[in-house]
């Protein structure tokens, strides 16, 4: 079973940075999906990026038209770590964030998918203005 946790969340101040990092195992496979989501008070959960990871590499990387420039998802320790470098954040950028991994697709199937199976409990990013 999949298991996910997200840490490095905060309060930041506007054009300030911070870095998620999501701890996970029991990934059964080593080609596979993976990103991060977003959802703030009283919206949609939104994308805010997904790669394909292939034996411990991150490929075919795609990020949301509003962090695209700001935010650098990637991956480390073979796959067991989950990045999410996020810079000149803005006050629209508070949200809970979400890791996410899905085992049935990979390579370039994962910027379109649009449903993830394993989820994180969440790290809260709050950014003030």
């Known amino acids: 079973q999949v298991h996910l946790a997200e840490s490095g969340g905060g309060t930041v101040q506007a054009g300030g940075s911070l870095r998620l990092s999501c701890a996970a195992s029991g990934i059964p496979y080593s080609t596979y999906c993976t990103g991060w989501f977003r959802q703030a008070p009283g919206k949609e959960r939104e994308k805010v990026a997904t790669f394909s990871v292939a034996g411990g590499v991150a490929r075919y990387a795609d990020y949301a038209d509003s962090v695209a420039g700001r935010f650098t998802a990637s991956q480390g320790n073979a796959g067991k770590t989950m990045y999410l470098q996020m810079n000149n954040l803005e006050p629209e950028d508070t949200a809970m964030y979400y890791c996410?991994?899905?085992?049935?697709?990979?390579?370039?199937?994962?910027?379109?998918?649009?449903?993830?199976?394993?989820w994180g409990q969440g790290t809260q990013v709050t950014v003030s203005s």
């Open positions: 996410v991994v899905e085992t049935r697709y990979s390579g370039d199937w994962c910027s379109r998918i649009t449903t993830f199976s394993s």
